[in-house]
């Protein structure tokens, strides 16, 4: 089995590729490196054996098509990504390039030089907007979408794309299903929200349940006395553990039943968590105790996304199974050990 890794260095990627090291497949992993944490990871990633390495930008076409006819993979994971809303709102170019224009790269190459690989897209739940037509109530620690208690699925809400990434990535997610539609290419795109462990390097932009923990660790050495967080603190998400999103793409890989379609991806409704309810179980945990202020809520921010992985467990019989109390255990410990 050959696997192409765009983005291989980065959180996901790095996981990814770790996995497939182990199993024995040939693994060719793409990055540009530009990602706080991608160096690490690369090393780290050296640790577990052969593989091939190329540093390319995806918004590269010609080193693209490169990389993709040389080595004809069976499948291809493309992660590759500027990553943060924050960031698309201030380099929106940047942006555009790596996440719609390196994706379109990425789609042209295969149909003409590899049109038999599977290629998965991890796309996001911020294709789908603020959700502000969805009715929301809230109480003391998070807010509730009562028409939706199992979550929503791909098909229950409607695509909105607002702010740069937004766009830049549902382009790249829509791409992927229309390049199955039009040229029967092999793709599948995963709309994900939040993902945590290890190897992720959180900032303050993303990966807010590893920030929050790195927080945590400043309130305990006394570096800080108050943190401000965007909005009200009852935002939920589902939160998805590393090890089920990596037993997720290898289950999918090469499986018909998941070509040409978009699926949302989470924890599910009982992995759910608001900001509040973190704090709590982290004051618990760590023995610390967490004094914030309210800022603005971030530009269409979703005051709730928790996904149904119903059809998710129809086709690949793929559920969640680290519960995030075991996560969140193995998240403090990783970002408690990351210089
Ligand atoms: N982590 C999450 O919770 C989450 C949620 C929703 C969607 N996603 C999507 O999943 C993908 C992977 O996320 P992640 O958390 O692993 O991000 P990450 O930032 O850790 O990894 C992305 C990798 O892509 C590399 N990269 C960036 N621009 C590049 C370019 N132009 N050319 C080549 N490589 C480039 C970076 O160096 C990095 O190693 C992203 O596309 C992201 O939009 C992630």
């Given at each position: 089995m050959k696997i192409l890794i765009n983005g291989g260095c980065g959180f996901l990627g790095s996981n990814l590729a770790s996995y497939g090291i182990q199993k024995g497949f040939q693994v060719t992993v793409l990055d540009n490196l530009s990602r706080i944490g991608s160096k690490e990871n690369l090393k780290w990633l050296q640790s577990y054996g052969k593989f091939d390495f190329v540093n390319i930008d995806v918004a590269d076409e010609a080193d693209v098509f490169d990389i993709v006819a040389n080595t004809q993979p069976d499948g291809i994971f493309h992660l590759a990504g500027q990553v943060a809303m924050t960031t698309s709102i201030t380099n929106p170019d940047l942006d555009f390039r790596t996440n719609t224009i390196g994706s379109f790269n990425i789609l042209e190459a295969?149909?003409?030089?590899?049109?038999?690989?599977?290629?998965?897209?991890?796309?996001?739940?911020?294709?789908?907007?603020d959700l502000q037509e969805i009715e929301i109530i809230e109480n003391d620690t998070r807010y509730i979408a009562p028409g939706y208690c199992s979550g929503f699925g791909a098909n229950d809400i409607h695509l909105n794309f607002q702010s740069p990434y937004g766009c830049s990535k549902g382009a790249a997610?829509?791409?992927?299903?229309?390049?199955?539609?039009?040229?029967?290419?092999?793709?599948?795109?995963?709309?994900?929200?939040?993902?945590y462990g290890g190897r992720q390097f959180s900032t303050t932009d993303q990966g807010w349940i590893g920030w929050f923990i790195s927080e945590a660790i400043k309130f305990q050495k006394g570096e800080i006395s108050e943190i401000a967080i965007a909005g009200n603190g009852k935002q939920v998400r589902d939160l998805l553990y590393i090890s089920d999103m990596v037993d997720l793409y290898y289950s999918a890989l090469g499986?018909?039943?998941?070509?040409?379609?978009?699926?949302?991806?989470?924890?599910?409704?009982?992995?759910?968590?608001?900001?509040?309810?973190?704090?709590?179980f982290l004051s618990e945990k760590m023995n610390v105790e967490f004094r914030f202020k309210f800022n603005e809520s971030r530009i269409s921010d979703q005051k709730i996304f928790v996904s149904n992985n119903f059809e998710l467990e129809q086709a690949l019989n793929w559920f969640p199974k680290c519960t995030k109390e075991q996560g969140l255990e193995n998240m403090i410990e990783w970002v408690t050990k990351t210089p």
């Amino acid at each position: 089995m050959k696997i192409l890794i765009n983005g291989g260095c980065g959180f996901l990627g790095s996981n990814l590729a770790s996995y497939g090291i182990q199993k024995g497949f040939q693994v060719t992993v793409l990055d540009n490196l530009s990602r706080i944490g991608s160096k690490e990871n690369l090393k780290w990633l050296q640790s577990y054996g052969k593989f091939d390495f190329v540093n390319i930008d995806v918004a590269d076409e010609a080193d693209v098509f490169d990389i993709v006819a040389n080595t004809q993979p069976d499948g291809i994971f493309h992660l590759a990504g500027q990553v943060a809303m924050t960031t698309s709102i201030t380099n929106p170019d940047l942006d555009f390039r790596t996440n719609t224009i390196g994706s379109f790269n990425i789609l042209e190459a295969i149909r003409r030089f590899s049109p038999n690989s599977h290629a998965i897209f991890s796309s996001t739940n911020k294709v789908y907007g603020d959700l502000q037509e969805i009715e929301i109530i809230e109480n003391d620690t998070r807010y509730i979408a009562p028409g939706y208690c199992s979550g929503f699925g791909a098909n229950d809400i409607h695509l909105n794309f607002q702010s740069p990434y937004g766009c830049s990535k549902g382009a790249a997610d829509q791409y992927f299903l229309d390049y199955n539609r039009i040229y029967n290419l092999n793709t599948t795109v995963f709309r994900h929200s939040s993902m945590y462990g290890g190897r992720q390097f959180s900032t303050t932009d993303q990966g807010w349940i590893g920030w929050f923990i790195s927080e945590a660790i400043k309130f305990q050495k006394g570096e800080i006395s108050e943190i401000a967080i965007a909005g009200n603190g009852k935002q939920v998400r589902d939160l998805l553990y590393i090890s089920d999103m990596v037993d997720l793409y290898y289950s999918a890989l090469g499986n018909e039943i998941v070509y040409g379609k978009a699926f949302n991806v989470g924890g599910g409704n009982e992995n759910s968590m608001s900001i509040i309810e973190l704090f709590n179980f982290l004051s618990e945990k760590m023995n610390v105790e967490f004094r914030f202020k309210f800022n603005e809520s971030r530009i269409s921010d979703q005051k709730i996304f928790v996904s149904n992985n119903f059809e998710l467990e129809q086709a690949l019989n793929w559920f969640p199974k680290c519960t995030k109390e075991q996560g969140l255990e193995n998240m403090i410990e990783w970002v408690t050990k990351t210089p």
